[in-house]
């Protein structure tokens, strides 16, 4: 069998305290083709972290070690930080739940979009814009043009989301990490942001590793599900098999699921 675009064994972040070190990823393990894997679990279990270490975004003093971390035949634990720019600005893309920490103040909507490109790519300013206008249609904003020209305070929250996502995507990774995309968001622009995640992620054939909370919106969105405790995995099952689950916590977050 070939091997999985990203493999995953027995992931460990730490972080030390007064008390000594504190474990916040307990020994995660999974792989990924071009596949749907939710991550749920209730909030503090390592999600984030999880979905985090895989990029090396861990801030010292925390500590990420793992049997093995591989994306596309790199060990993403040894590569160079000028290689791990290049896996995040390009292979591996992160949309995180609040769209205002993430996006750059002072830098227009489209320049921020076409960055990647501008970067990784080299290509002209014509290209990029051209590129940039198509991905912004693919979001779903209407007048792309006058987009473009914005600065994101003048965007609204699931506006900025889209945004998010748009610059994501346009280098055309082979996974996204969703990290609670739109838990900020109001209720009615969720199914929007969600909707458009599931069509680009189709459309492209890209992995996806989706974080929530939600165990129903997980189950739904995703092919395979991971439950997350207190850092450890919990359950691992097809989102068909979820009602067959075993552990108690996992029948627990079931039947508080309408
Ligand atoms: P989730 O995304 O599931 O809500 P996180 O992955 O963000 O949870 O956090 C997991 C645990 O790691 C939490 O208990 C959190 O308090 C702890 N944690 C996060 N950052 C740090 C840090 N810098 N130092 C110590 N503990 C941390
Ligand atoms: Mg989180």
Redesign the pocket.
């Known amino acids: 069998m070939s091997e999985p675009l990203l493999d995953v064994q027995n992931l460990r972040?730490r972080?030390p305290?007064a008390t000594g070190p504190?474990e916040?990823?307990r020994g995660v393990s999974f792989t990924l083709g071009r596949e749907r894997l939710g991550i749920v679990?209730?909030?503090?279990?390592?999600?984030?972290?999880?979905g985090?270490s895989i990029l090396r975004l861990i801030?010292k003093p925390?500590e990420v070690t793992a049997d093995r971390l591989r994306f596309d035949g790199k060990d993403l634990l040894s590569i160079s930080e000028r290689e791990m720019r290049k896996v995040r600005g390009a292979r591996i893309s992160m949309v995180m739940q609040d769209p205002k920490f993430s996006l750059n103040p002072v830098m227009t909507v489209g320049e921020q979009i076409g960055e990647a490109l501008a970067v990784h790519e080299k290509l002209p300013r014509r290209q990029i814009r051209e590129r940039v206008l198509t991905m912004l249609e693919a979001v779903q904003i209407r007048d792309p043009e006058r987009v473009f020209g914005l600065y994101p305070h003048e965007v609204s929250g699931g506006m900025g989301q889209r945004v998010m996502i748009a610059m994501m995507l346009i280098p055309e990774p082979a996974i996204l990490i969703a990290?609670?995309p739109t838990s900020a968001l109001d209720v009615s622009v969720q199914g929007e942001v969600l909707k458009i995640i599931d069509e680009l992620i189709t459309r492209n054939g890209m992995g996806l590793i989706f974080?929530s909370?939600d165990l129903h919106l997980v189950s739904q969105f995703c092919d395979r599900i991971l439950v997350?405790y207190r850092?450890e995995v919990v359950e691992q099952c097809a989102a068909s098999e979820l009602d067959k689950a075993s552990h108690p916590y996992t029948r627990g977050l079931l039947a508080s699921v309408p």
């Open positions: 972040v972080f305290t504190v916040v990823v679990g209730e909030s503090g279990s390592g999600k984030s972290m999880t985090r801030r925390g990290d609670e974080i909370h997350m850092g």
